[in-house]
């Protein structure tokens, strides 16, 4: 199905909430361009999101994030994949209401830690102890994302399809996107 979006989704949510994977399985539903701000980023620096962090610093890849996320935003309409820290941001927050619509993919902590835990790519996780950092992490934005204009449940039984097909039904319910 090819549809005309009236305005960019942009999925936001945790680390391992499946935003890029269910981004690309809903842009191919819809038959809309799917844009990811992390690949966008480790595009232009030609650096890994860890390498950005090591050598730039978490507030370079912030101000960066911010640009790309405005930009994509001007850009195109389509599927937005945000990194899990994009939405913490005010500015980001505005930007995003202002010209797209915020969905949530809401998944809970253990289903979270059971995606994340064997994968060395967020810099964010490399402490001491992984598990509590992202328990700290997870307490701290979940009264942000809840803010988004809708949301969908996301749990280990639904496949990446499935979770595509959950967001279709919630921005049904938005004439003024879909
Ligand atoms: C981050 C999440 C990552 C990436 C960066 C910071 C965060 O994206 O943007 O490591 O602050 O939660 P994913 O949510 O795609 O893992």
């Not at 539903?29 to 799917?34: A, D, K, Q, S």
């Not at 980023?41 to 730039?56: T, Y």
């Not at 060395?120 to 009264?143: F, G, K, M, Q, S």
Request: net charge neutral; charged share 30%; aromatic share 6%.
């Amino acid at each position: 199905m090819a549809v005309k979006l009236k305005k960019t989704v942009v999925l936001v949510g945790m680390m391992g909430a499946g935003k890029t994977a269910v981004g690309r399985a809903l842009a191919a539903r819809l038959g809309v361009p799917f844009l990811d701000s992390d690949a966008e980023i480790v595009k232009a620096a030609n650096m890994s999101i860890s390498e950005i962090f090591e050598r730039d610093g978490e507030s370079f890849f912030r101000r960066k994030e911010a640009q790309v996320i405005e930009r994509l935003l001007d850009e195109e309409r389509g599927i937005l994949s945000t990194g899990g820290g994009a939405y913490l941001a005010e500015g980001n927050r505005e930007v995003i209401s202002d010209k797209g619509v915020a969905v949530w993919l809401d998944a809970d902590l253990d289903l979270l830690w059971s995606r994340v835990k064997h994968k060395d790519t967020r810099p964010l996780l490399r402490t001491a102890n992984p598990l509590a950092t992202l328990t700290e992490i997870y307490e701290a934005r979940v009264p942000i994302y809840r803010r988004s204009d809708l949301s969908v449940k996301a749990d280990a039984q639904f496949s990446i399809d499935d979770m595509a097909g959950r967001v279709i039904d919630v921005l049904r319910t938005r004439p003024d996107v879909l």
